[in-house]
Protein backbone atom coordinates (compact mmCIF):
# COMPACT_ATOMS: atom_id res chain seq x y z
CA UNK A 1 0.00 0.00 0.00
CA UNK A 2 3.39 2.23 0.89
CA UNK A 3 4.31 1.70 -2.58
CA UNK A 4 1.21 2.33 -4.31
CA UNK A 5 0.76 5.84 -2.34
CA UNK A 6 4.07 6.72 -3.36
CA UNK A 7 3.25 6.02 -6.84
CA UNK A 8 0.45 8.49 -6.27
CA UNK A 9 2.20 11.02 -5.20
CA UNK A 10 4.77 11.00 -7.95
CA UNK A 11 2.10 11.36 -10.53
CA UNK A 12 0.47 14.32 -8.83
CA UNK A 13 3.61 15.91 -8.44
CA UNK A 14 4.82 15.16 -12.32
CA UNK A 15 1.27 16.55 -13.66
CA UNK A 16 1.64 19.74 -11.55
CA UNK A 17 5.01 20.14 -13.00
CA UNK A 18 3.16 19.34 -16.95
CA UNK A 19 0.45 21.84 -16.13
CA UNK A 20 2.79 24.51 -14.75
CA UNK A 21 5.64 24.19 -17.69
CA UNK A 22 2.14 24.72 -20.20
CA UNK A 23 1.49 27.70 -18.28
CA UNK A 24 4.66 29.20 -18.75
CA UNK A 25 4.54 28.19 -22.15
CA UNK A 26 1.26 29.91 -23.28
CA UNK A 27 2.22 33.24 -21.23
CA UNK A 28 5.71 33.17 -23.30
CA UNK A 29 4.09 32.90 -26.05
CA UNK A 30 1.47 35.85 -25.29
CA UNK A 31 4.78 38.17 -24.86
CA UNK A 32 5.82 37.46 -28.61
CA UNK A 33 5.41 40.96 -30.25
CA UNK A 34 2.44 41.59 -32.84
CA UNK A 35 5.59 42.06 -35.38
CA UNK A 36 7.16 38.35 -34.78
CA UNK A 37 3.54 37.40 -35.24
CA UNK A 38 3.18 38.14 -38.96
CA UNK A 39 4.07 36.06 -41.78
CA UNK A 40 6.01 37.47 -45.08
CA UNK A 41 2.92 37.50 -47.75
CA UNK A 42 4.18 35.62 -51.03
CA UNK A 43 2.54 36.42 -53.83
CA UNK A 44 2.77 33.68 -56.48
CA UNK A 45 1.15 33.49 -59.94
CA UNK A 46 1.14 29.13 -60.11
CA UNK A 47 -2.14 29.44 -61.48
CA UNK A 48 -1.27 31.68 -64.01
CA UNK A 49 -2.68 34.84 -61.85
CA UNK A 50 -1.83 36.91 -59.12
CA UNK A 51 -2.75 34.75 -55.72
CA UNK A 52 -1.11 34.59 -52.05
CA UNK A 53 0.69 31.06 -51.71
CA UNK A 54 -1.56 30.32 -48.60
CA UNK A 55 -4.88 30.49 -51.10
CA UNK A 56 -2.88 27.79 -53.58
CA UNK A 57 -3.96 24.27 -53.45
CA UNK A 58 -0.95 23.14 -55.03
CA UNK A 59 2.33 21.94 -53.44
CA UNK A 60 4.59 24.47 -54.58
CA UNK A 61 7.64 26.08 -53.33
CA UNK A 62 8.84 29.82 -53.73
CA UNK A 63 12.16 31.06 -53.22
CA UNK A 64 12.28 34.75 -53.23
CA UNK A 65 14.81 36.96 -55.40
CA UNK A 66 16.51 37.96 -52.16
CA UNK A 67 17.11 34.59 -51.17
CA UNK A 68 18.69 33.47 -54.09
CA UNK A 69 20.86 36.03 -53.90
CA UNK A 70 21.42 35.30 -50.16
CA UNK A 71 22.37 31.38 -51.32
CA UNK A 72 24.95 33.14 -54.19
CA UNK A 73 23.45 30.78 -57.09
CA UNK A 74 25.14 31.28 -60.23
CA UNK A 75 23.12 28.85 -62.09
CA UNK A 76 19.43 27.82 -62.61
CA UNK A 77 20.06 24.54 -61.78
CA UNK A 78 21.24 25.66 -58.26
CA UNK A 79 18.10 25.95 -56.53
CA UNK A 80 17.62 22.01 -56.77
CA UNK A 81 19.77 22.63 -53.24
CA UNK A 82 16.57 24.30 -51.42
CA UNK A 83 13.90 22.92 -52.94
CA UNK A 84 12.08 19.59 -51.85
CA UNK A 85 11.72 16.64 -53.91
CA UNK A 86 13.57 18.82 -56.59
CA UNK A 87 16.56 16.89 -58.77
CA UNK A 88 19.13 18.65 -60.97
CA UNK A 89 21.12 16.07 -63.17
CA UNK A 90 23.68 16.56 -65.77
CA UNK A 91 23.82 13.37 -67.33
CA UNK A 92 27.41 13.79 -69.18
CA UNK A 93 29.25 16.17 -66.87
CA UNK A 94 29.46 20.20 -66.39
CA UNK A 95 27.81 22.43 -69.29
CA UNK A 96 26.02 19.55 -70.57
CA UNK A 97 21.62 19.09 -70.73
CA UNK A 98 20.09 19.83 -67.40
CA UNK A 99 17.55 17.35 -66.46
CA UNK A 100 14.99 17.96 -64.03
CA UNK A 101 13.06 15.42 -62.03
CA UNK A 102 10.13 16.09 -59.58
CA UNK A 103 9.22 13.29 -57.27
CA UNK A 104 11.43 10.97 -58.99
CA UNK A 105 9.30 11.93 -63.12
CA UNK A 106 12.34 12.97 -65.17
CA UNK A 107 13.93 12.31 -68.19
CA UNK A 108 16.75 9.89 -67.69
CA UNK A 109 18.68 10.59 -70.99
CA UNK A 110 21.32 12.72 -72.81
CA UNK A 111 20.21 13.67 -75.38
CA UNK A 112 19.79 17.08 -76.07
CA UNK A 113 16.54 16.84 -78.65
CA UNK A 114 14.26 15.70 -75.81
CA UNK A 115 11.57 17.07 -74.20
CA UNK A 116 11.81 16.59 -70.43
CA UNK A 117 8.41 15.32 -68.26
CA UNK A 118 9.05 18.23 -65.80
CA UNK A 119 9.16 21.34 -67.87
CA UNK A 120 10.80 24.99 -67.07
CA UNK A 121 9.43 28.61 -67.65
CA UNK A 122 10.78 31.91 -67.59
CA UNK A 123 7.99 34.40 -67.47
CA UNK A 124 5.87 32.17 -68.85
CA UNK A 125 7.71 31.23 -71.77
CA UNK A 126 8.09 27.84 -71.82
CA UNK A 127 12.26 26.51 -72.28
CA UNK A 128 11.73 23.85 -75.25
CA UNK A 129 15.45 23.52 -75.51
CA UNK A 130 16.64 20.72 -72.36
CA UNK A 131 20.20 22.70 -72.79
CA UNK A 132 18.64 25.96 -72.41
CA UNK A 133 17.13 24.96 -68.56
CA UNK A 134 20.95 25.67 -67.01
CA UNK A 135 20.53 29.60 -67.49
CA UNK A 136 22.45 31.86 -65.76
CA UNK A 137 20.69 33.63 -62.46
CA UNK A 138 20.42 37.38 -62.10
CA UNK A 139 18.00 39.74 -61.23
CA UNK A 140 15.22 37.46 -60.34
CA UNK A 141 11.82 38.42 -58.42
CA UNK A 142 11.30 34.50 -57.56
CA UNK A 143 11.43 31.27 -58.40
CA UNK A 144 8.41 28.66 -57.93
CA UNK A 145 8.12 24.92 -58.32
CA UNK A 146 5.08 23.14 -58.37
CA UNK A 147 5.14 19.57 -58.04
CA UNK A 148 2.73 16.68 -59.58
CA UNK A 149 0.88 17.18 -63.06
CA UNK A 150 0.25 19.92 -63.87
CA UNK A 151 -1.38 19.62 -67.53
CA UNK A 152 -4.73 21.62 -66.99
CA UNK A 153 -2.83 25.13 -66.77
CA UNK A 154 0.94 24.52 -68.65
CA UNK A 155 0.27 21.28 -70.84
CA UNK A 156 1.00 17.96 -70.99
CA UNK A 157 4.60 17.95 -70.76
CA UNK A 158 4.62 18.83 -67.18
CA UNK A 159 3.80 15.49 -66.40
CA UNK A 160 5.86 15.72 -62.90
CA UNK A 161 5.60 19.17 -62.52
CA UNK A 162 7.24 22.86 -63.58
CA UNK A 163 10.07 25.33 -61.93
CA UNK A 164 8.92 28.68 -62.96
CA UNK A 165 11.44 31.35 -62.89
CA UNK A 166 9.64 34.84 -62.94
CA UNK A 167 12.36 38.23 -63.45
CA UNK A 168 12.21 41.53 -61.36
CA UNK A 169 10.03 43.86 -63.36
CA UNK A 170 10.19 47.60 -64.13
CA UNK A 171 9.35 49.50 -61.30
CA UNK A 172 7.85 53.11 -61.41
CA UNK A 173 9.72 54.51 -58.71
CA UNK A 174 13.78 55.08 -59.20
CA UNK A 175 15.78 51.43 -57.77
CA UNK A 176 18.36 49.28 -58.59
CA UNK A 177 21.31 47.53 -56.96
CA UNK A 178 24.93 46.81 -58.13
CA UNK A 179 27.30 43.75 -56.50
CA UNK A 180 30.79 42.69 -57.58
CA UNK A 181 32.39 39.17 -55.82
CA UNK A 182 35.71 38.63 -56.47
CA UNK A 183 37.26 34.74 -55.40
CA UNK A 184 40.54 32.61 -56.08
CA UNK A 185 41.39 32.02 -59.74
CA UNK A 186 40.37 35.56 -60.97
CA UNK A 187 36.91 34.59 -60.49
CA UNK A 188 35.28 37.98 -60.86
CA UNK A 189 31.17 38.47 -61.02
CA UNK A 190 29.01 41.63 -61.80
CA UNK A 191 25.63 41.97 -61.15
CA UNK A 192 23.38 44.96 -61.05
CA UNK A 193 19.78 46.44 -62.38
CA UNK A 194 18.46 50.20 -62.81
CA UNK A 195 14.90 50.30 -63.21
CA UNK A 196 12.10 53.56 -63.03
CA UNK A 197 9.69 55.71 -64.86
CA UNK A 198 10.50 56.96 -68.25
CA UNK A 199 7.07 58.88 -68.75
CA UNK A 200 3.74 58.92 -67.26
CA UNK A 201 3.07 55.64 -69.17
CA UNK A 202 6.29 54.22 -69.52
CA UNK A 203 8.79 52.28 -67.15
CA UNK A 204 11.86 50.42 -67.90
CA UNK A 205 14.46 48.02 -66.25
CA UNK A 206 18.24 46.94 -67.54
CA UNK A 207 19.83 43.78 -66.05
CA UNK A 208 23.68 43.23 -66.46
CA UNK A 209 25.58 39.85 -65.39
CA UNK A 210 29.81 39.25 -65.95
CA UNK A 211 30.83 36.19 -64.47
CA UNK A 212 34.26 35.49 -65.45
CA UNK A 213 37.64 33.08 -64.24
CA UNK A 214 40.77 31.30 -64.98
CA UNK A 215 39.93 27.55 -64.65
CA UNK A 216 41.37 25.40 -61.62
CA UNK A 217 41.41 22.54 -63.82
CA UNK A 218 45.16 22.16 -65.16
CA UNK A 219 45.60 20.07 -67.83
CA UNK A 220 49.51 19.00 -68.62
CA UNK A 221 48.92 19.02 -72.50
CA UNK A 222 50.16 22.56 -73.51
CA UNK A 223 47.96 22.86 -76.39
CA UNK A 224 45.02 22.80 -74.16
CA UNK A 225 43.67 25.46 -71.83
CA UNK A 226 42.90 25.03 -68.06
CA UNK A 227 39.27 23.53 -66.96
CA UNK A 228 36.97 24.73 -64.74
CA UNK A 229 36.15 28.16 -66.03
CA UNK A 230 33.37 30.83 -65.84
CA UNK A 231 32.80 32.89 -68.94
CA UNK A 232 29.35 34.36 -69.09
CA UNK A 233 27.86 37.78 -70.10
CA UNK A 234 24.08 38.68 -70.20
CA UNK A 235 21.82 42.04 -70.71
CA UNK A 236 17.75 42.11 -70.26
CA UNK A 237 16.17 44.67 -70.91
CA UNK A 238 12.02 45.47 -70.66
CA UNK A 239 9.74 48.20 -71.43
CA UNK A 240 6.62 48.43 -69.34
CA UNK A 241 3.45 50.37 -71.09
CA UNK A 242 0.54 51.15 -69.29
CA UNK A 243 -1.43 53.49 -72.43
CA UNK A 244 -4.70 53.34 -69.99
CA UNK A 245 -6.10 52.05 -66.68
CA UNK A 246 -7.07 48.68 -68.30
CA UNK A 247 -4.58 47.85 -70.89
CA UNK A 248 -0.55 46.72 -69.99
CA UNK A 249 1.79 45.84 -72.17
CA UNK A 250 5.37 44.08 -71.31
CA UNK A 251 8.09 44.21 -73.84
CA UNK A 252 11.32 41.97 -72.98
CA UNK A 253 14.56 41.25 -74.81
CA UNK A 254 17.66 39.26 -73.70
CA UNK A 255 20.96 37.97 -75.29
CA UNK A 256 23.86 36.22 -73.13
CA UNK A 257 26.48 34.27 -74.30
CA UNK A 258 28.91 31.80 -72.16
CA UNK A 259 32.43 30.75 -73.83
CA UNK A 260 34.43 28.31 -71.39
CA UNK A 261 36.45 25.49 -71.15
CA UNK A 262 34.55 23.08 -68.80
CA UNK A 263 35.45 20.31 -66.28
CA UNK A 264 37.53 17.97 -68.18
CA UNK A 265 36.49 13.85 -67.25
CA UNK A 266 39.04 12.08 -64.40
CA UNK A 267 40.22 9.37 -65.90
CA UNK A 268 39.87 6.03 -63.67
CA UNK A 269 39.72 2.82 -66.09
CA UNK A 270 36.96 0.45 -65.16
CA UNK A 271 37.08 -3.39 -64.31
CA UNK A 272 35.80 -5.46 -66.77
CA UNK A 273 31.87 -5.96 -66.06
CA UNK A 274 30.87 -8.21 -63.57
CA UNK A 275 29.34 -11.45 -64.55
CA UNK A 276 26.43 -11.43 -62.60
CA UNK A 277 25.55 -7.68 -62.22
CA UNK A 278 26.63 -7.06 -65.90
CA UNK A 279 27.57 -3.43 -64.23
CA UNK A 280 32.04 -2.04 -64.26
CA UNK A 281 33.97 -0.73 -61.26
CA UNK A 282 35.94 1.55 -61.09
CA UNK A 283 40.47 0.50 -61.07
CA UNK A 284 42.58 3.04 -59.69
CA UNK A 285 45.21 0.60 -60.62
CA UNK A 286 43.95 -0.66 -64.18
CA UNK A 287 44.64 0.96 -67.62
CA UNK A 288 42.56 1.98 -70.56
CA UNK A 289 42.44 -0.15 -73.84
CA UNK A 290 45.85 2.18 -74.91
CA UNK A 291 47.35 1.06 -71.47
CA UNK A 292 46.82 4.72 -69.66
CA UNK A 293 47.09 4.81 -66.02
CA UNK A 294 46.77 8.61 -64.56
CA UNK A 295 48.57 7.30 -61.47
CA UNK A 296 51.65 5.83 -63.88
CA UNK A 297 51.58 9.19 -66.24
CA UNK A 298 52.25 11.23 -62.71
CA UNK A 299 48.76 12.88 -62.98
CA UNK A 300 47.75 11.44 -59.54
CA UNK A 301 45.92 14.86 -58.40
CA UNK A 302 42.48 15.27 -58.65
CA UNK A 303 42.70 18.59 -60.31
CA UNK A 304 45.07 17.40 -63.08
CA UNK A 305 44.50 16.29 -66.12
CA UNK A 306 46.15 14.91 -69.39
CA UNK A 307 43.27 15.16 -72.23
CA UNK A 308 43.99 15.44 -75.74
CA UNK A 309 40.48 17.25 -76.41
CA UNK A 310 39.16 20.53 -75.12
CA UNK A 311 36.10 20.71 -72.75
CA UNK A 312 34.64 23.22 -74.84
CA UNK A 313 31.19 25.06 -74.63
CA UNK A 314 30.20 28.35 -76.81
CA UNK A 315 26.78 29.35 -76.37
CA UNK A 316 24.74 31.98 -77.51
CA UNK A 317 20.89 32.99 -76.84
CA UNK A 318 18.95 35.82 -77.61
CA UNK A 319 15.12 35.70 -76.10
CA UNK A 320 12.44 38.50 -76.61
CA UNK A 321 8.83 37.99 -75.36
CA UNK A 322 5.29 40.30 -75.18
CA UNK A 323 3.17 39.76 -72.71
CA UNK A 324 -0.35 41.94 -73.54
CA UNK A 325 -3.10 42.23 -70.90
CA UNK A 326 -6.69 43.68 -71.59
CA UNK A 327 -9.36 43.90 -69.07
CA UNK A 328 -12.93 43.55 -69.65
CA UNK A 329 -15.77 43.80 -67.60
CA UNK A 330 -16.12 39.97 -66.28
CA UNK A 331 -12.33 38.75 -67.06
CA UNK A 332 -8.83 39.45 -68.35
CA UNK A 333 -7.53 38.59 -71.84
CA UNK A 334 -3.79 38.01 -71.64
CA UNK A 335 -1.58 37.09 -74.92
CA UNK A 336 1.81 36.37 -74.77
CA UNK A 337 4.11 35.74 -77.52
CA UNK A 338 7.74 34.80 -77.45
CA UNK A 339 10.92 33.92 -79.66
CA UNK A 340 14.17 32.16 -78.60
CA UNK A 341 16.94 31.11 -80.76
CA UNK A 342 19.82 29.44 -79.47
CA UNK A 343 23.10 28.17 -80.79
CA UNK A 344 25.61 25.91 -79.20
CA UNK A 345 28.78 24.26 -79.05
CA UNK A 346 30.27 21.37 -76.77
CA UNK A 347 33.14 19.47 -77.12
CA UNK A 348 34.74 16.96 -74.82
CA UNK A 349 36.89 14.51 -74.10
CA UNK A 350 35.30 11.28 -72.54
CA UNK A 351 38.06 9.10 -71.60
CA UNK A 352 40.10 12.15 -70.41
CA UNK A 353 43.50 10.75 -71.54
CA UNK A 354 45.95 11.75 -74.08
CA UNK A 355 44.77 8.87 -76.23
CA UNK A 356 42.14 9.35 -78.82
CA UNK A 357 39.95 6.00 -77.44
CA UNK A 358 36.59 8.01 -77.33
Known amino acids: MKALENIRRISRLFASVVIASFLWTTSSFGQVSEEQQILEEIIVTAQKREQRLQDVNVSITALSGDSILEFDF ?14 VTTSYGSGSSANVIIRGI ?17 DEFYL ?24 TLFGRNSTGGLVHYVTAKPTRETSGYFSVEYASFS ?8 SGGLSDTVSGRVSVLSHQSDGYVQNINPDFEAGGEA ?14 DDVRVLLK ?88 DMDRELSEDCDATPNSVC
Open 128 to 151: VAVPAVDFSLYDLERVEVLRGPQG
Open 231 to 244: GTNAVRAQLFFEPS
Open 74 to 87: DRAIEIASQIPNLQ
Open 253 to 340: GEYSTIDTIQNYYEAIPLNSPDPVTGLYSTDPNGVDLAGYNQNNFGVSARNITDSDFPALLKQDGQHASLRIEKDFDHFTFVSLTGYL
Open 106 to 122: GLNDFGEGHESPVTAYI
Open 187 to 194: ETKVEGAV
